[in-house]
């Protein structure tokens, strides 16, 4: 018998059941954890990107010649007398390495020591932004009492500097003005009792030089510069006795250069002309130009070839004594090979013809002690190959050279003739001639620890006079260089060692005098202190008084002590 109880017990289990079955069909409406059964396979397209060319070529080894040392002193040669850099001006640097960040930073240093030597050397800079600069350099050199063949060998010179440069991103402007003024006395000079002369005259030397440029930016894709420099100078001697007026000599010139790079080509163009008056020969003119094209191209990935030709040329008229003129105009070919042979050897061919600098300030800046009235021409070089091999091995570099250079004028100074201005020694005059160089050199540089560099070359050199048949004067036969240079006390000091050793010279063309083996050797400790002051000692010449220049010695053993600030 059913009971009432027992209908309703069964109705609600059928409820539950059936809402159990419901809730287990219907899906979740908000899953916490989803499983894919199916396979999908997700494929791109390849991307190959195209091989780049050209980008790769061997690394190009700076040209630095076996005379040339590292220079490790101070800097002193203005920047209008350094070759122009063919390459685009990269953006300026924010800092020099003597210092760091922007605004304004320098160094200043002066010592005094025996034969009352004394020095002033400033370098300071500014830069107004990152890609503005303005430098300013200023040196003073003097001595008073080094007093050879009787005669005190005073000296007191001067040069300085101020340099601006602003680089965009389109086009870069700078400009320099410089001057110098160098008074010393020509001690060497004999006067053997002539009438009227002055033992031991005083020379003044004095030069103005202005130079503009304005150039490609760096994003330009076309390299370009355009250059104009203009220069004043005058030289004065009191080679006569009171009552004469001292002789003076007045230079002036101006030249341009315009440089087009774009790619493997290059084409360059430089001209100027220059006049020098004088009592004797007043409107003395010459004129120069310098062209050439070129054009770089790769043999296979290690070899780079440049190829091309230039002309030079330059008019002298009324340059010599007695008004005659001179022309000279060549065309000589350009080619510079660059070959990597290994990962660590390096094989440079090149010949190179060019045209020096005519401007005299440079000629007395070479031999002070030459005669006033000089002939001034700019050396035409229509050969100048070089043969140069490299290698590096971890530490240590090492290379070979060998050189040739043939001049239609080579340009020489020699000992002047007996009685020459009244003076029967102690002048030079300034030479030119059909001359031949060949040298052939090696080099070592050492590095095994940073801070600590050695280098060690020598070279054998003839050259000849081939218009006399004859040895160039002060050109020797053998030359040995060296340096070293290490760091200590952390690198707040460094010890610096600089020397060269000079075979014995012919002085004149005749072969009538020979000077002796000329050795030097430069010492320069200093120390940097918290704060950037520092403390310099130096040691100079002290290997003897042999003199460079006939009858004109150096002052030996010369101790000099300074101080400075950097900030």
Not at 263 to 268: R, T
Request: glycine share 12%; with cysteine; charged share 20%.
């Amino acid at each position: 018998m059913i009971t009432p109880l027992r209908l309703v017990l069964a109705f609600g289990l059928l409820v539950v059941c059936t809402g159990t079955a419901d809730a287990q069909a219907l899906p979740d409406l908000a899953p916490r954890e989803v499983e894919i059964r199916g396979e999908l396979t997700i494929s791109f397209p390849s991307l190959r990107r195209q091989p780049l060319v050209g980008f790769n070529p061997p690394p190009r080894i700076p040209e630095i010649g076996l005379r040339r040392m590292p220079y490790v002193e101070a800097y002193k040669q203005t920047g209008a007398e350094l070759p122009q850099n063919p390459l685009r001006n990269p953006t300026t640097p924010r800092a020099l390495p003597m210092a760091s960040g922007q605004g304004f930073n320098g160094t200043i240093e002066t010592g005094f020591g025996r034969y009352s030597t004394r020095y002033l050397n400033v370098d300071a800079a500014l830069y107004a932004t990152s890609s503005t600069r303005w430098t300013v350099r200023g040196d003073y050199d003097g001595a008073t009492s080094w007093a050879p063949h009787g005669f005190n060998a005073e000296a007191d010179g001067f040069s300085g500097v101020t340099r601006y440069v602003t680089t965009g991103s389109r086009s870069a402007f700078g400009f320099d003005l410089g001057g110098s003024s160098h008074a010393y006395r020509l001690f060497g000079v004999d006067t053997a009792g002539t009438a009227g002369t002055s033992p031991s005259p005083r020379r003044t030397r004095s030069d103005l030089l202005g130079t503009a440029w304005f150039g490609s930016g760096s994003d330009s894709r076309l390299g370009y510069r355009l250059q104009i420099e203009g220069f004043t100078g005058r030289v004065s001697t009191d080679a006569f006795e009171a009552e004469v007026a001292p002789g003076e000599r007045d230079d002036a010139g101006v030249s341009g250069q315009l440089e087009v790079n774009s790619g493997g080509f290059a084409l360059d163009a430089a001209a100027g002309s220059l006049t020098l008056d004088s009592a004797e020969n007043p409107g003395r003119a010459v004129g120069h130009f310098d062209a050439g094209a070129s054009v770089r191209f790769d043999l296979g990935r290690s070899t780079t070839v440049r190829i091309g030709g230039r002309a030079l040329g330059f008019e002298a008229s009324g340059a010599a004594t007695g008004g005659s003129r001179r022309a000279l105009t060549y065309a000589s070919p350009l080619i510079e090979i660059e070959s990597v042979l290994a990962p660590n050897v390096r094989l440079e061919l090149s010949q190179r013809p060019h045209l020096d600098n005519p401007r005299p300030g440079n000629r007395f800046r070479e031999q002070p002690y030459l005669s006033d009235e000089v002939h001034i021409e700019p050396t035409l070089f229509d050969i100048d190959a070089t043969v140069r091999l490299r290698g590096f091995w971890r530490t240590i570099q090492a290379s070979m050279i060998a050189t040739y250079q043939g001049s239609p004028n080579y340009r020489y100074v020699e000992h002047a003739p007996t009685n020459y201005a009244g003076y029967p020694r102690g002048l030079s005059a300034l030479r030119y001639g059909e001359a031949r160089t060949l040298s052939l050199g090696g080099e070592v540089r050492l590095s095994p620890t940073p801070g600590v560099e050695a280098r060690l070359g020598a070279r054998v050199q003839d050259g000849r006079l081939t218009s006399l048949d004859a040895d160039l004067p002060y050109f020797s036969r053998w030359v040995v260089s060296g340096m070293l240079s290490s760091g200590f006390a952390n690198r707040r000091g460094l010890i610096q060692l600089t020397s060269e050793v000079l075979g014995p010279r012919a002085v004149d063309a005749a072969g009538g005098l020979d000077t002796d083996t000329v050795a030097d050797l430069d010492v320069r400790i200093s120390y940097g202190f918290v704060g950037g002051a520092l403390v310099a000692l130096e040691l100079r010449n002290m290997l003897g008084e042999t003199p460079y220049w006939y009858n004109y010695p150096e002052a030996p053993a010369t101790v000099v002590l300074g101080v400075g600030w950097r900030w």
